[in-house]
């Protein structure tokens, strides 16, 4: 596709659920990358993925979270017995690896809140 | 510990005239500096960048000026106008480690 493909666009679960979701990168970027937003905070980054790499989980910020990209291609970002705390915008992002100008296309982000 | 400072929450300015945009960092490894912008409801979209080995870069009405010893960069926006108004975000990287965002600062041009 032309952009970062993010889905769903809104999720509304009940606190203790666990919940999906998925980025779809723009083809040929070899990077993607995992962000949140919280309400009034700046991006917190979560994790990357880089080609066949390990994937950077430094960003997680518990062992509820956790991410696999399939293929080299899509992502899924899944977070398990969800709290309040986890209520925010979710952001992925891709990017070609060897061009450190170009920055990061992101996607129009999922918003999570947890009832 | 913010490595990333956006000192400014908010910014006003009148259409036709300079906003200026601030960002402190702390880490003196970043060796790339990006800036983003966002509106509301859709994901931030790149707008301009400056390596570590220059001091200013230049695109249209916008330009952003590096300082490495205080540790210091703005985004000057000139003429300002209208669907300028978003959030703008200050993220540096060094080497292949992620982008590091500040919180932002909202700017509002006003007609």
């Known amino acids: 596709g032309a952009g970062v493909s993010q889905s769903p666009s809104n999720k509304v679960t009940e606190k203790g659920k666990d919940v999906e979701l998925r980025c779809d990168p723009i083809?040929?970027?070899?990077?993607l990358y995992w962000y949140r937003q919280s309400l009034g905070q700046g991006l917190e980054f979560l994790i990357y993925f880089q080609g066949n790499s390990a994937p950077d989980k430094s960003g997680l910020p518990s062992d509820r979270f956790s991410a696999e990209r399939t293929g080299g291609s899509v992502s899924t970002l899944t977070i398990q017995r969800t709290q309040q705390e986890d209520s925010a915008v979710y952001l992925c992002?891709?990017?070609?690896?060897?061009?450190?100008?170009?920055?990061?296309?992101f996607g129009s982000g999922t918003r999570l809140t947890v009832v | 510990d913010q490595q990333v400072k956006q000192n400014s929450p908010s910014l006003s300015v009148q259409e036709g005239r300079i906003s200026i945009l601030n960002c402190d960092y702390t880490n003196s490894m970043f060796d790339y500096f990006l800036w983003y912008k966002k509106y509301p409801a859709e994901g931030p979209t790149f707008l301009i960048s400056?390596?570590?080995?220059?001091d200013k870069n230049e695109d249209g009405r916008f330009t952003v000026f590096l300082n490495k010893s205080a540790k210091h960069l703005s985004l000057h926006i000139v003429p300002s106008q209208p669907g300028d108004s978003a959030v703008y975000f200050c993220?540096?990287?060094?080497?292949?480690?992620?982008?590091?965002f500040g919180k932002g600062t909202r700017l509002s041009v006003i007609a």
């Open positions: 993220a540096p990287h060094s080497g292949n480690t992620p982008l590091v």
């Open positions: 083809s040929g970027h070899t990077a």
């Open positions: 400056i390596s570590s080995i220059k």
């Open positions: 992002a891709s990017s070609p690896w060897d061009r450190r100008d170009y920055g990061y296309t």
